[in-house]
C-alpha cells in the first residue's frame, strides 16, 4: 500500500471520513521529521497524535492515539496520509514552477533576512513556552554556548528530553517513542560532528550523558523497534571511536570512567555491560590498569559461575581476556588459557583445528571425542552433532573408510536422515555390499508401522529416488493415499510411467483434504486439483471431484465460490 493507492486498501466508510477531515483542515501540525517518517495532530471532539512511516511513497508503518478498534486504520491516519500527499503534490509542483521561473527566497528566509534579534527571541520563547520539545531541542542543538559545567549540562538536556517525551504516568508508548529517540539521535550526530572537528571534550560529554541516561529510561519506555536501546549503542560506538585515537592522558580518564561505570546494575539489567568490557582492552596502558581489568573480568567470572545455564557469559568473559591479549601480540598466554578453558567447546574447537592445521589428527579426535563426552554430560545434543559433523570431517582428511562409515551413518540417523551423510555413507561401500545395507537401513525406517509418519514417508521416498526404486515408491504412496502433501512432493518422478495411479492418488489425497474448512484449505484443494488437470487424461476424475464436492458440500459457500472462480466452465455444466 502506498500514498498513490492507499484509497483502494482502506473500507470506504473510513475512507469517507479521513477525506471529510482532510477537507476540514482538521490535520494540524503536520510535519516530516527524519528518514521518511511523518507527524500530524488531528483536531476532533479530541485531539490525536499520528505517526506514519514511509519507504519512498511505500506506507510502512502507521500510529495514532485514538481508541479507534474496529479495523487496521484509522480516519486520523487516513487523514493524515491525504495530507501527505497534498503536501508532496504541492512541493512537486513547485519544484516545477522553479525550473521555469527564477529562484526566489524561501519565506523563512527571507523572514531571517529581515527580522530583529529581539523579535526572533520573543517568538522562539513563545514557542518554547507552548511546547517544551522545541525548547529541549533548541538547548541540546545549542549546549554548547551554555557557561555550565559541560558533563552536566548535557546530563540535564537528555533528561529534559526524556521528560518531555513522557506521558503522566511517566511512560513512554511506541507511538511516542520518536519524541525520545529523534533529538537523542540529533544530539549524537552533533557529537560526531563535535568529534571530527576536535572538539573531543563536548563529543564525549554527549557520548556520557547519553550513555548514562538511557538505561535509567528503559524500564518506562516501550521499545518495540529497538530505537531507544539503539541510542546507547549509537553513542557508544561514538566512544569507541574516540577511545581508538585518544592520546595518553585521555585513555586514563576514559579507563578510569568504563570501569567506574561498568559494575552499575542499570547496564546489566539490559545486558549492556559488555559494551564496557570491549572497550577497555583499548584503553589499558600500564600494568597497574591491566591487572585493575582482569580483576574486573575475573570478578564477573565468579558471578557468572553461580549462574545457572552461565556458559554463555562464561565463555564471552574469558574471550575479552583473549581479544586483549591478541591486541598485545601475547600468544603463548592466549594457548595458555583456551587451554585451561577446553571444557567450553569454543576453546576446544581452537585446539582442535590447531592440531588439524598441523595433520594431528590424533590428537584432533581425541579433543572431538572428549568435546562429545563434555557435552553429553551437559545435555546439549546439538554440541554432541557438531563434534561429530568435525570427527566426519577429520576421517575424510584421513580418507579413513571405517570411521567415514561410522560417522556418516550416525549423522544420517541424527539429522532427520540427511541425504548429504546418506551418499557419504554409500561411497563407502561396494556395489554388492550397498544393496544389503541399503534394506537394511529402509527396514530400520519402516520398523514395525509400514505406513509410518508423514516425516518416515519422506525418507524412505527419499532412498527410492536415490536408488531409482520407482515402483517401490509407487507403492509407498499408495499405501499413503491419504496424504495429498507427499503425494504432491513425490508424483512428478512417477507422472510419465504411472499418470493413472497417479492420478487416483491425487483424487484421494484432494476428497481428504477437503473434509477440513476454511478459505486457506479450499485454496490449496483448488490448487492440487489444478496440479492433477495437468496429467493428461485427467479431465474426468477432476469432473468427478467438483461433481462429488457441489454434491457433499453444497452449503460450505466458499467452497462453491472458490471452485466456481476456479473452474468456471465445469462448474456451470456439472
Known amino acids: 500500500m502506498n500514498l498513490n493507492n492507499f484509497d483502494d486498501n482502506i473500507d470506504s466508510t473510513i475512507l469517507g471520513r479521513g477525506y471529510d477531515y482532510f477537507l476540514d483542515q482538521a490535520v494540524t501540525h503536520l510535519e516530516d521529521m527524519k528518514f521518511g517518517t511523518w507527524a500530524s495532530l488531528v483536531e476532533g471532539n479530541q485531539d490525536y497524535s499520528v505517526v506514519i512511516k514511509l519507504d519512498n511513497d511505500e506506507i510502512k508503518e502507521w500510529s495514532c492515539n485514538c481508541p479507534y478498534e474496529r479495523g487496521p486504520i484509522c480516519k486520523h491516519v487516513v487523514a493524515t496520509l491525504y495530507a501527505i500527499g497534498d503536501d508532496q503534490e504541492i512541493k512537486s509542483k513547485s519544484k516545477k514552477k522553479a525550473k521555469k521561473k527564477a529562484v526566489k527566497k524561501s519565506k523563512t528566509k527571507e523572514i531571517f ?29 545549542f549546549a554548547e554556548y551554555l557557561d555550565e559545567d559541560i558533563n552536566k549540562k548535557y546530563q540535564i538536556t537528555v533528561r529534559n528530553i526524556h521528560k518531555a517525551a513522557t506521558d503522566r504516568h511517566d511512560f513512554i508508548d511506541y507511538r511516542s517513542t520518536y519524541k525520545l529517540a529523534d533529538p537523542i539521535n540529533d ?44 541510542l546507547f549503542e549509537d553513542a557508544f560506538d561514538l566512544l569507541y571511536e574516540i577511545s581508538e585515537n585518544a592520546h595518553l592522558e585521555l585513555k586514563d580518564e576514559l579507563f578510569s ?128 552433532n ?40 554409500k561411497s563407502t561401500y561396494s556395489t554388492q555390499d550397498w544393496k544389503i545395507k541399503c534394506e537394511s537401513i529402509i527396514d530400520q525406517i519402516k520398523g514395525r508401522n509400514q505406513y509410518g509418519g508423514y516425516g518416515l514417508a519422506e525418507e524412505l521416498a527419499d532412498i527410492f529416488i536415490a536408488e531409482k526404486y520407482f515402483d517401490r515408491l509407487l507403492a509407498l504412496l499408495q499405501i499413503n493415499p491419504t496424504k495429498i502433501d507427499l503425494i504432491d512432493r513425490y508424483a512428478q518422478h512417477l507422472i510419465k510411467k504411472h499418470p493413472k495411479e497417479i492420478i487416483d492418488l491425487y483424487s484421494t489425497g484432494i476428497k481428504k483434504q477437503a473434509e477440513q474448512t476454511g478459505r486457506p484449505i479450499y485454496n490449496q484443494t483448488v490448487t492440487h486439483m489444478k496440479i492433477m488437470s495437468s496429467i493428461p487424461e485427467s479431465q474426468l476424475k477432476l469432473n468427478d471431484l467438483i461433481r462429488f464436492f457441489k454434491a457433499q458440500y453444497k452449503n460450505r459457500r466458499a467452497m462453491m465460490e472458490i471452485l466456481n472462480k476456479s473452474f468456471p466452465n465445469q462448474f456451470k455444466v456439472l
Request: aromatic share 10%.
Open 386 to 425: 557438531k563434534w561429530r559433523k568435525r570427527l566426519l570431517k577429520i576421517a575424510e582428511l584421513e580418507k579413513n573408510k571405517p570411521d567415514i562409515r561410522k560417522w556418516a551413518e550416525i549423522l544420517y540417523n541424527d539429522n532427520y536422515r540427511d541425504m548429504d551423510y546418506y551418499k557419504k555413507l
Open 257 to 384: 570512567y568504563c570501569l567506574k561505570e561498568f559494575p552499575k546494575e542499570k547496564y546489566s539489567d539490559f545486558c549492556l555491560e559488555g559494551h564496557f568490557l570491549n572497550i577497555l582492552p583499548l584503553l589499558v596502558s600500564s600494568s597497574k590498569q591491566e591487572k585493575q581489568f582482569f580483576k574486573v573480568i575475573d570478578k564477573q567470572l565468579i558471578k557468572a559461575e553461580s549462574k545457572r545455564n552461565s556458559s554463555y557469559d562464561i565463555v564471552q568473559l574469558i574471550q575479552v581476556k583473549i581479544d586483549y591479549l591478541l591486541l598485545k601480540g601475547r600468544e603463548d598466554e592466549i594457548q595458555v588459557l583456551v587451554n585451561e578453558n577446553k571444557q567450553y567447546p569454543e576453546f576446544r574447537k581452537i585446539l582442535m583445528q590447531q592440531a588439524l592445521d598441523n595433520e594431528n589428527f590424533k590428537l584432533a579426535k581425541e579433543l572431538c571425542e572428549q568435546g562429545i563426552f563434555f557435552a553429553k554430560d551437559n545435555g546439549h545434543l546439538g554440541v554432541v
Open 187 to 230: 544530539l549524537i550526530s552533533k557529537a560526531y560532528d563535535l568529534a571530527s572537528n576536535n572538539n573531543v571534550a563536548h563529543a564525549l560529554a554527549i557520548c556520557k550523558a547519553v550513555i548514562e541516561q538511557v538505561p535509567n529510561f528503559m524500564h518506562n519506555v516501550d521499545d518495540s523497534d529497538g530505537s531507544t536501546g539503539s
Open 113 to 141: 533576512s529581515k527580522v530583529n534579534k529581539r523579535e526572533l527571541q520573543d517568538f522562539l520563547q513563545k514557542q518554547f513556552d507552548a511546547n517544551h520539545g522545541i525548547k529541549n531541542a533548541f538547548i541540546a542543538y
